[in-house]
């Protein structure tokens, strides 16, 4: 082998060393800080509210954590729904160790009800102390609990 070709050799796989390096720095990071949550309007115009049908607003309108690592966050029920769980995706991030990455999903259904759906998390997601599956209605003033934390529907 030619010393040109030995010396490429050589720097490709210094460059490869520290690609590695940057990547596990990187990772690190994110572990120490947690993630960055970034607001997406544009600066100097204040957003409006999406104005929801009269039947949802009847209904609860807000997530409010009471008790937990979280405690006193609130979250607006959008029809959309929500994720609430450990991964960064989540609409509701929670820190608590007994979460898994995707937990819970509240939903609106079709009769304008909000609804829960365990989403085979390993630890369970409780409802009055019984463990819920999927299509669990909700009503004002429902306290779920998820690990330590408990969530609550306000109005």
Known sequence: MSE???NIIRLGILALLWA???S??????GDLYGTRVLTRSSPGRAERPARAPRSVRRGPHRLAVVAGSL??????LNEGGLLIGRNPECSLVLTDDYASGRHLR?????DNQWYADDLESTNGT????QRIG???RLEVGTQIRIGQTILELQR
Request: no cysteine; hydrophobic share 45%.
């Open 134 to 136: 999927t299509g669990h």
């Open 126 to 129: 409780f409802i009055n102390n």
């Open 71 to 76: 405690r006193g966050t609130t979250v607006p």
């Open 4 to 6: 040109l070709t030995l």
């Open 24 to 29: 596990v720095v990187g990772a690190l990071r």
């Open 106 to 110: 509240l939903y609106l259904g079709p």
């Open 20 to 22: 590695f390096v940057f």
